[in-house]
């Protein structure tokens, strides 16, 4: 009996192509059911708010599953270039400030200018987006998003933490590893996992640290640019965009 062995590689690529498109189903109903809830009934303005807020998460959501879908499908090879970190942040939390005021969420940043490293920006970024994300779904009635960051010669370390009912013992052992969901109907639970490979394919870690309420999410990225002067920054910064036409 002969077997054919499909390579590691296609395996992979065919699993995150078949669980994005899986997890589109989820927020495709809910726009739809909501849709036919406008257009059905006359209601009053804080149902019609709750209803836009819940279509409004639910596209935010269908983008970040097809920008996965197109970066995988376009292609396997990434580009590191020089970047700050305040200027990634502000960027992902920009995406979700009008979700977080419908919702009344307060985004709190502590993140201090001039922190540099090297790093894939669309992918890292990627990352950051599945956790603020994941956070505002956790507070649909309201709460504080904290993002902050704290760096050494080494290192950078970026903590995400939310006001939510937190990580639930039975999943947190599991929470990085495909398809472990968290309560998510018709979710595989893939954005977690995903956002582990980025992290890890850059050197660094994911993880979760205890938190008095909520979850708090830890990234810690390693600081490897070739100087700590301005101008090496900028020279290395200019070779690294030259030809990058995937940066945001």
Known sequence: MSVITIPSRQTGSLSAVASIVHDLRNPLATIHGSAEMLAGAHLPQEQVQRIARNMYRA?????????EFFQRAGSTKYERRL???????????????????????????????????????????????NLLVNALEAMPDGGTLHISAVSDRASVLIRV???????????????????????KANGLGMGLAFARQAVIDRGGDIGTESSDQGACFAIRLPRNQPSSS???????AARSDSGNSGAE
């Open 59 to 67: 596209s935010v959501h269908m983008r970040e599953l097809l920008d």
């Open 83 to 129: 970047t700050s970190i305040r200027e990634l942040v502000d960027s992902a939390v920009d995406r979700i400030t009008l979700a977080a005021e419908i919702q009344s969420v307060d985004i709190v940043q502590a993140v201090p200018d001039g922190v540099m490293t090297v790093l894939d920006r669309h992918r890292i970024h990627r990352v950051l987006m």
């Open 161 to 183: 933490r939310d006001t939510g009912p937190g990580i639930a013992p039975e999943i947190r052992s599991r929470l990085f590893e495909p398809f472990a969901t968290v309560g």
């Open 230 to 236: 301005p101008q090496a920054r900028a020279k290395y």
